[in-house]
């Protein structure tokens, strides 16, 4: 073959010596690295100084391999030329550049084989002449036909072409440089072809930078701004240079979501899931018939002991006729849960098949990256050694060192370019998988049959978004190193044993010895873990009641005993806490300690096995750098298996709910019948296959246009038949036609987070004076009035800012907009009070409301409509007893006349109940009807009156919790000027921090760890490193020893010695780290108890309006994430941060021992490393922040969803929450996404960093040849090759301590909030103050905060000793703020209370609260015994307990308790019913016995039994006290010495009651209301 070439170049093309000639080992080497076709000894043309390579090697070779390259790849860039589709996009400046450099270039391949042909005239050429040439010709015009076919594509630059000039260029440099060499040294003999040369390889180079730059057309500029990546060039795509722009952006200001780029359309949620739902169909299929299979099966094994088998036999009949019949339902008959077992069986195995089917092309490119990688991974050790070896030999060619250097540096860049491009494959493929299957479970959720939902809560399909999509999203990042792991290590293990042979084995035995240590550790570590997570619990329940209870405990002066409680179960977590810290820092003793033992093993055993065996520099640095190759595999390995398990439990949760029943709804038909809107025929429908039927055989004709009511007692089905037509129930038979589309109000409102405007449109389209009249229809005006931003506010969660009516309106608005055909209305009426029903059936439901003309089925429990409807239906036990219209049924004395009187009376009971409730507290919904006087009157008062009509609401209507952030909400809307329309936004939003952490923080934290600590543990790491740079050394000397003693034995004492100290120095950096990381588990545990008291400790003295105005959920926030965040994550960020800076600044000593001028090259590559970091850190925080911020929108949404099913499906709104998730989903990815590749941009740069590290370390090496060891150059090139991956964590890990520390902020936040006045001040009451009870106003103001009004103005009385006053008002007039007062839990504005002659201010709160009682509006309790919820502080003795249990009248029942007085009462008391909490709660005051009595009176919570019996106790047992009561209903302060009548903060009328029904005032007017007339009285 070499001859033919000889031939073709007419030049030599391979030059060989003989054997004798082969001047030393390393050139040898150095040689057989060039391919040597001839022989195998060495050639003339590379054993000398100025190595070259032959001029006909250059003419074929080198530019046959970028041609071959080309021309293999080119033919397929010509393909979009093909698609006639397909548009031309418009020419620019830099393409016109490409196409005239390329023109060149073919005139210069041109002018070449004119050339030949001149000289062919002057004698014979060699063929070459002609052939290049030609071939060039060829290959240019290839490119300019390229570069026009590339028009066609969005990116318009060309990878193949990219890399083929790199190549070309690459290849040239030889040529270039064999040229430039013979020039210089004699006259150049043929000129004309040296110039054309020079000026192709310009043009190519020219070329090579053009192509660099990203090429976009005018039309897809657009395109490009919303995302760069669509049109960036090759070489931005593979050094992520397009998201510089962003990471700028990023470093100016704080990113919005707005800012962050669109995703690719391939990415998009939509098109992700179209391919997945594809793939999951014939996946599930085929595993449905494996689940047939098996369950044929089992049914073969149970062979005959089962009778009903020709049933069952029957059944899979039927079902595979099912399946025949209806291939795309997921039909699975719940009749055979008799064979399988308790657990139902499902289809199984499909989802990780159809995971790998839809996302095959991204797993097949990450493999063949990761390949690369792999292999290039061992090159480095191999030219580690090259390099050693050359240093090592003084007679070594210069050129060699410099190729090895350059080798080095190139295989580091290519090494990180592979890398980057997987991991961003990687991270794209668990983005994608997560928004697949995020879709996937949301549109299940949506198709859902009832009993599968059953089967699962919302919480757990939340869960299964959450927790199980993401588990799959953190498998897919690592699942290559599934079997790259295994390879590396193989790989390693077969380098090694050439290294050092059989002794290798010492050092893996040493490493699979600390596996089943460490896996010992982290067992250890979960079981201290869990309980942890327990008393974390545990916590968490007790800060949400006190948060919750926080009025109760102020009101009682209880905190101290709640804050030990909480103290108590603190101490336990933090003493697991330290324990786990401990457990924690001998696992990284034993992983720091693992490398160093390793290498101590192998060298020791390898140097004593045989006298011959020498440790040299070459063996020792190779083995070194190996066995950090392997370090990665063996730790990743371990955690991908565990997170391959965990992701298979969640792949079965999943595939158990994607492949649940789908709702059937074949038996509600759609058939035009003249005549009849709604046709039940012999409908059956039970809420499960095989349930009992909920509703039986109804046949019912529904005419349209008619109002039918459907009414029953409870039980009765009413409900199920409603569901039956909506299709939510399973079918036993019979169907129900149905003719028109729905409307749905069901009977809890689902009101969805979004405008109250959206929420009645509900993506109709707005027709704004239909809109208008629904409004006033429904009796919502009034109510937007009172709504910050009127129909513009925002609905928190689940209508968190309505009352009860309100959303129970806002649901009977959407369904009237919704302008149907016929309307489903279950049970609309019961949330409303009595006036307004009667208001809504007159306007909207009855003959003459809004919906006369429409079809309306209404089923009620108000009797007072049914005689307006046109035909009623009576169901008992789920069949209709009897139907027809009211006069009809009434005569036929059957089931619904008896259901007349039951109801009929209650009915009226009720009703006089609400008109004394409505005249005495405005009631709910009283501003409907516009009767409140004060609303007209004073209007300045009117923030403070919404303020406390809707706290009179909220307490009525929402658990406490809710109110509290309701009415904060409210006030916070009232209190901003009206032009902010602050109040749109439910709460003020929570402060996000931006920008940089302050250092503060950083020193905050140390401070709490304490400084003595934090010295001690930086000694300790200092230590270890300065140990680790010694250890290394040493090595290097060692391996001198080799040099040293070249010819002779090696003495054993100095062997003893080497390995002696290389293992103890190895042993004391262990030692150090052990001493260092114990210390900060201390230190951090320190920390976490002075932080956590703190903020306990602050937010128990904060005052009441902090708790008015802040969230609970912002508060316990802090308690639980923030908190968890200094326990455990601080801690561990700060050691990671600390060992990565001490081993890149050890790296760095090492190099610059080796090779000081190394010390001039770190002050540029530093300078560049802080810039990026700055840019990178600003970018990737707020990114993070976004991820989070537009991650809970999907899953709350979800919630939502889920929650509102049947409301959505009734009105066939599925499509348009599906493209509402889809969105949500896509806002989230696209921060996600943006995440990632700011993690690739930043590795990529960084990464190169590192190469140069490694290539100046070589470099300066073999510059500084003469002077230096091998064992160093060894230990400092070893050391920069390990340094890359340091430098990368060096950034993670500050970045995540920055991200971290921001909890130190938040939580510090929340120390510093203003304080109440002090619990005991210096000036004591007097003992057994108050003995009188006398108490005196004078001249009383006060209001809620400094900027709003006065609510009490200016309020002067004298209250006696033991006097009973009862203080009554309309809502809003000040009658709460006046025990608030009382208590100091407001604080005056102006004027003074007086009690027994000790002014209220100038004590102690506790003295002061400990003094009075209070029976609060709503009976709280806390978690835990009975005993403690009456007497936290055991200050009483058990009699006095019992004695006043047997006053609240609950002995009996706490007598009847299996623990008595230790009963367990459950979170916020649920299992005692509301009025045994009210007793309870009487007994905590019996139990005070203070002289002075307050009574919130309790409206709503309780029965007239218990009203009755509290009211009798007060009388008898307080009958020697100052008693007020707050009242609600008149009648209960009938019997006061005296009446004092508020409105609008002052006092009215101040008298006895006889007295002021005489007078004709303001009492005597709300006791006419409330039907108490003069007479009643003296009956009283």
């Not at 952006?249 to 359309?265: F, H, S």
């Not at 640095?621 to 390995?637: E, G, W, Y």
Request: charged share 20%.
């Amino acid at each position: 073959m070499s001859a033919a070439l000889e031939e073709f170049c007419g030049s030599v093309f391979w030059e060989c010596l003989p054997l004798s000639c082969v001047p030393s080992e390393s050139q040898a080497i150095a040689c057989d690295l060039v391919f040597c076709p001839c022989c195998p000894q060495n050639d003339s043309y590379l054993a000398r100084p100025d190595a070259d390579l032959p001029v006909c090697f250059q003419q074929t070779v080198l530019v046959w391999i970028p041609l071959g390259f080309f021309w293999i790849l080119a033919p397929w860039q010509l393909l979009p030329m093909c698609k006639s589709r397909a548009k031309k996009s418009s020419v620019t400046k830099l393409y016109i550049i490409k196409q005239v450099l390329a023109a060149l270039l073919v005139l210069t391949a041109v002018a070449g084989l004119a050339l030949a042909f001149v000289d062919a005239e002057q004698g014979a050429v060699p063929a070459v002449q002609y052939t290049n040439p030609s071939l060039y010709i060829a290959t240019w015009m290839m490119v300019l036909l390229v570069q026009d076919a590339r028009r066609f594509c969005l990116r318009r630059d060309s990878g193949v072409l990219f890399c083929f000039w790199t190549l070309s260029l690459l290849c040239g440099i030889l040529p270039f440089q064999s040229l430039v060499r013979r020039a210089l040294q004699e006259p150049i003999s043929d000129l004309p072809r040296f110039i054309l040369f020079f000026i192709s390889y310009g043009l190519q180079l020219l070329l090579l930078l053009v192509s660099g730059l990203s090429d976009v057309a005018p039309e897809t500029k657009a395109i490009g701004k919303k995302n760069p990546q669509v049109t960036a060039s090759f070489l931005s795509s593979i050094t992520f240079e397009w998201y510089t722009s962003m990471v700028v952006k990023g470093y100016r200001k704080p990113l919005e979501i707005e800012d962050v780029w669109e995703l690719n359309d391939k990415d998009k949620t939509k098109v992700l899931y179209a391919a997945f739902e594809k793939n999951m169909k014939t996946a599930m299929q085929k595993a449905r018939a494996e689940l047939e299979k098996r369950k044929r099966k089992k049914r073969r094994q149970e062979g005959d002991l089962d009778h009903g088998n020709s049933m069952s036999k029957a059944q899979s009949q039927d079902m595979l006729v099912l399946e025949e019949k209806q291939p795309k339902k997921k039909k699975k008959k719940k009749g055979d849960n008799k064979d399988s077992g308790p657990p139902k069986d499902y289809p199984r195995g499909w989802l990780m098949k159809t995971l790998g089917k839809t996302f095959y092309q991204n797993l097949l490119l990450a493999v063949a990256f990761k390949v690369v990688h792999d292999a290039l991974v061992f090159v480095s050790p191999q030219l580690l050694k090259l390099l050693i070896a050359f240093v090592s030999d003084e007679d070594a060619f210069a050129w060699q060192g410099y190729l090895y250097a350059i080798l080095l540096f190139l295989t580091a860049v290519i090494q990180s370019l592979c890398l980057q491009q997987h991991f961003s494959l990687c991270f794209q493929l668990g983005i994608n998988v997560r928004a697949s299957l995020i879709a996937a479970i949301y549109k299940k959720s949506l198709t859902m049959s009832g009993a599968t939902r059953k089967e699962s809560t919302v919480g757990e399909t939340v869960n299964l978004m959450s927790a199980d999509a993401q588990r799959f999203m953190d498998m897919a990042n690592f699942i290559h190193q599934l079997w790259s792991s295994p390879l590396q290590i193989i790989l390693s293990i077969v380098f090694l044993w050439g290294e050092l042979g059989p002794s290798v084995l010492a050092g893996i035995a040493t490493l699979l010895l600390l596996l089943p240590i460490n896996a010992f550790l982290v067992a250890k570590a979960k079981t201290i873990q869990e309980r942890n997570m327990k008393n974390k619990d545990e916590r968490m329940k007790i800060m949400t009641e006190i948060l919750n209870g926080i009025k109760i405990l102020k009101l009682f002066a209880w905190e101290p005993s709640f804050e030990k409680r909480v103290n108590d179960i603190r101490a336990r977590e933090l003493k697991n806490l330290v324990n786990f810290g401990y457990l924690q820092s001998v696992s990284v003793f034993a992983f720091t300690c693992a490398p160093t033992l390793v290498s101590l093993a192998s060298f020791a055993v390898y140097v004593l096995v045989d006298e011959n065996n020498i440790l040299d520099a070459q063996k020792a640095f190779t083995a070194i750098s190996l066995f950090n190759v392997l370090r990665f595999p063996m730790a990743t390995l371990p955690m991908v298996i565990s997170a391959l398990v965990q992701t298979n439990v969640s792949s079965a949760r999943l595939e158990r709910y994607l492949s649940g029943e789908d709702l059937d709804t074949s038996a509600i038909h759609h058939n035009p019948i003249a005549g009849s809107a709604v046709r039940f025929s012999e409908a059956t429908f039970a809420w499960e296959q095989d349930g009992d039927p909920a509703i039986r055989d109804v046949t019912l004709d529904i005419t349209p246009g008619s109002l039918v009511a459907v009414v029953g007692p409870v039980g009765s089905g009413k409900s199920s038949l409603v569901s039956a037509m909506l299709g939510e129930m399973e079918n036993i038979k019979g169907h129900i036609n149905i003719q028109g589309s729905l409307a749905y109000v069901p009977q809890q409102a689902w009101i969805q987070n979004a405008t109250l405007k959206d929420n009645i449109i509900f993506g109709s389209e707005v027709d704004e004076a239909r809109y208008q009249q629904v409004l006033k229809a429904c009796a919502l005006l009034p109510d937007l009035e009172l709504l910050p931003a009127g129909d513009q506010t925002e609905i928190g969660e689940k209508g968190i800012n309505l009352s009860g009516g309100q959303k129970q309106r806002v649901s009977l608005a959407r369904a009237v907009y919704s302008d149907a055909d016929i309307y489903v209305l279950d049970d609309p009426l019961s949330a409303v009070d009595a006036h307004v029903g009667k208001y809504l059936f007159e306007h909207v439901l009855g003959p003459k409301g809004l919906l006369q003309k429409k079809t309306r089925i209404l089923v009620t429990h108000s009797i007072s409509f049914l005689p307006q409807v046109d035909n009623i239906v009576v169901l008992a036990a789920g069949a209709v007893s009897e139907h027809g219209s009211y006069s009809t049924l009434l005569a036929n004395k059957g089931a619904f006349s008896q259901f007349l009187n039951l109801y009929g009376n209650q009915e009226e009971n009720v009703s006089e109940e609400n008109t004394a409730a409505v005249a005495l507290a405005g009631d709910e919904e009283e501003a409907d009807e516009a009767v409140d006087p004060c609303m007209e009157e004073s209007t300045e008062d009117v923030v403070t009156m919404t303020l406390k009509r809707e706290a009179s609401i909220h307490r009525r209507k929402l658990s406490r919790s809710l109110s509290k952030r309701s009415t904060s909400s409210q006030k916070k809307a009232q209190e901003e000027p009206p032009k902010k329309l602050k109040g749109q936004q439910l709460i003020e939003k929570e402060a996000v921090e931006t920008g940089r952490v302050k250092f503060s923080m950083y020193v905050r934290y140390l401070r709490a760890v304490g400084w003595c600590f934090t010295f001690w543990i930086v000694m300790g790491y200092i230590g270890q490193y300065v140990a680790y740079v010694g250890s290394n050394l040493w090595l290097s000397d060692w391996t001198d020893d080799s040099v040293r003693y070249q010819n002779q034995s090696y003495p054993t004492q100095l062997r003893d010695l080497r390995i002696g100290v290389f293992g103890a120095l190895g042993i004391a950096q262990g030692v150090f780290l052990l001493f260092a990381t114990m210390l900060s588990a201390r230190g951090a545990m320190g920390a976490s108890r002075v932080m956590h008291q703190l903020l306990l400790s602050n937010i128990l003295r904060a005052p009441m309006s902090f708790f008015d105005t802040t969230p609970v959920g912002r508060i316990i926030n802090r308690f639980a994430k923030d908190i968890f965040t200094v326990d455990e994550t601080i801690p561990t960020s700060f050691r990671t941060w600390i060992s990565c800076f001490m081993g890149i600044i050890s790296t760095l000593i090492v190099i610059c021992l080796a090779t000081p001028f190394f010390a001039i090259v770190i002050i540029p590559l530093s300078i560049f490393y802080y810039f990026v970091l700055r840019f990178y850190v600003a970018t990737s925080r707020q990114l993070r922040r976004l991820d989070s911020v537009t991650r809970s929108p999907i899953y709350s949404h979800f919630g939502e969803t889920v929650s509102g099913l049947s409301v959505i499906r009734a009105y066939g709104h599925q499509e348009r929450f599906l493209k509402k998730n889809e969105i949500t989903m896509d806002i989230n990815q696209k921060s996600v996404y943006s995440w990632i590749i700011s993690n690739r941009w930043l590795a990529i740069r960084l990464e190169f960093v590192g190469s140069l590290v490694v290539f100046f370390s070589a470099l300066l090496a073999v510059i500084a040849k003469g002077t230096l060891e091998g064992g160093i150059v060894g230990l400092s090139v070893s050391s920069a090759l390990n340094v890359t991956q340091t430098l990368n964590w060096l950034v993670r890990t500050s970045s995540e301590l920055e991200t971290n520390i921001v909890a130190v902020e938040r939580v510090h936040e929340y120390v510093t909030v203003k304080n109440e006045a002090p619990w005991v001040t210096k000036t004591r009451p007097p003992r057994g103050w108050p003995s009188r009870g006398e108490i005196q106003f004078i001249d009383y103001k006060v209001r809620y905060r400094p900027e709003l009004d006065l609510v009490l103005q200016g309020i002067t009385c004298n209250i006696g000793s033991t006097e009973k006053v009862g203080v009554v008002g309309r809502t809003g007039a000040g009658k709460s703020s006046l025990t608030n007062c009382l208590f100091r839990v407001l604080e005056a504005a102006g004027g003074k209370i007086i009690i027994d002659d000790v002014d209220i201010a100038t004590i102690g709160l506790h003295d002061l609260r400990n003094n009075l009682t209070i029976i609060p509006q709503d009976p709280v309790l806390f978690t835990g015994t009975l005993r403690m919820n009456l007497d936290p502080f055991d200050q009483y003795s058990d009699e006095e307990v019992w004695k006043a249990l047997e006053l609240a009248h609950l002995k009996t029942y706490v007598q009847g308790l299996p623990e008595r007085l230790l009963h367990h009462v459950s979170e916020a008391g649920e299992n005692l019913s509301v009025g045994q909490r009210q007793l309870v709660c009487l007994a905590r005051a019996l139990l005070r016995k203070a002289k002075i009595l307050i009574l919130d009176e309790a409206t709503a919570a309780v029965d007239l039994e218990t009203d009755h019996l509290i009211q009798t106790t007060i009388r008898s047992a307080f009958a020697d006290c100052t008693v007020l009561t707050i009242a609600h209903r008149l009648h209960t302060i009938m019997d006061s010495n005296r009446v004092m009548v508020l409105h609008a903060g002052q006092i009215v009328e101040f008298d006895s009651p006889e007295e002021l029904l005489m007078k004709e005032g303001t009492f005597s007017a709300m006791a006419k209301d409330a039907g108490i007339t003069a007479a009643d009285t003296t009956a009283l």
